[in-house]
């Protein structure tokens, strides 16, 4: 290293502190450190040869087991991957191969599921993606891109493609230039060696650095003065980063950066929902990929050993031939719930065809997937807006839904099949729902954007929470579960998730879903417990029960006691994923580990 570049090195570390510094006396809480965000590799997930000791003791907790009856414990021992002891009995004693993890009180919960995300999308984005979901202020997003800046290759393109909004950055209402991007000139300040990309939601708006305009210009892409791009010019930018940057090895990089990011947050169980497919113009937006080959670099990060969170993976179909060729195909030849405890695939979502009125193929298409047993998820977006408007999207499903399992009686129920989203259901709608045994996966993404509607069927943000999971405790009551539909319209951070489903506020504190709230103890179990039913594996995940699967977060905080707002400072001290642990803040230290940095 030439003393040229350690200097640069040296000022860009400075400049790192400054900004967190200034982040940390403007009250906001960041996830970076020294060494940057997603810097440890992940080890090798290995199987040891048994022996008689368990492998990991977890002692001095307050441990919520979200089990049937609500337990908390102090310890659970783990063991080939699942917990053996849950509470107090120490049957299982400390022996030399044990790693023994004092907890120092810190509150644990189950490793969250997200029943319902893009996790495959954020691990095929071009660039060195950063998520920016848990930036409040201009400086804040300036110390996330210098980290990350410092743990990327001289000139990487730094990216941050979806999954937030400028509402979001936002620190300080009195301010008036609070709820924007960054410019060009304070991306420039952030990161003056790498070009940068941040775009919005499915098709921006966007804004680059100077690096990045000059790239971007020779491109014939249009850039203002200030940064800021408009129109098509951020799907034809993203088109232009997706077919220079993207190869086999970068594609597994950037999952495994997703997966490492999603540890910080305590996402341990995905469930992919798909992309729209990739058309290879530039009207392909953030949510676009191909989907007959954006699997192989998980499946490749898998079988490598590598893959340290489990993913499930629907397969989206949204055909408008009546006849749905594709989807024909895939019944006759691919396997639902098809894997291992790591990767596994799922059922037909989150759309089984276009459109969803009469006239498109949807009834069809679910009739389809109920002949041939598989699961059928949807989404729904819609609301009526008084008694005599048109049926809304979720009431066609529902009723395709009831077609479906009358022709083939108790599909719905025995499959476990999902109605996602869902803000301007309706009780009626629920209890049709309800009737036939199917599931609702509810999502806070209204979080980033929602507005109160101005409906006088739902008037509500939604999804209504409360009625929801009022109409679960009913006997026989209907299933719902919790998720975060990440990468592009909203965060995954999960806790943000949990924040409006406890408060029904938007990211500029406004009241949007008014008498819809759930309590803490409610959604942490829709994010845990029942979606391990939800994924078909309430045996497995979802839950500290001896014989499950050892996946657990340790939180930086009380999540059951801490005020609201610090809800949104929630993070992962330590994370186990089948019983290995796959991400350490450095928080907690224990006798026994392999690793020096963590030796006290
Ligand atoms: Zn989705």
Redesign the pocket.
Known sequence: MSKDSKDRSFSRRKFIKTAAAAAAASGTLLTISADGMWKPEPKKRRKGPSHPDPDVLLVNGRIHTMDPDNRVVSSVAIKDGRFVEVGHSRKFREGDETKVIDLRGHTVVPGIIDN???FVLMGNRPGYHTPLENAYSIPDVQALYAARAAGAPAGAWITTIGGFHSNHIYANPADPTSGRLPTLAELDAAVPNNPAFIEIGFTGPAVTNSAGKAIFQAQGITVADNGSMTGNNPSRALLFLRQTLLNPAERRRSVLDAMNYAVTVGVTTHQD?GAFQATNTPSDGSAHEDNFTMHIPFLETYAEGNGIVRLRINFLHMESDPNTPELVQRLKNAFPFFGDDMVRTGGIG?FIAQGTNAASPFQAAALKVAQAHWRAEV?SLGRRQTPASPPADFEQEITGFENANTAFPGVVRDQRWVV?HVPGITQEWIDRLQAIGGNLSLTGWQYLAGNLPTSTVAPYAGPPFRMIVDSGNRADGIHSGMSS?GMQIAPMNPWLHMYYATTGLNTRMVQINPGQQITREEVLALYTSRNGWFLREEDQIGSIEEGKLADLVVLNGDYFSIPNEDLKKLRSVLTVVDGEVVYNAGVLRWHGDDDDRHRG
């Open positions: 319902h995300n893009h929902q989150e989404h996602a539909d």
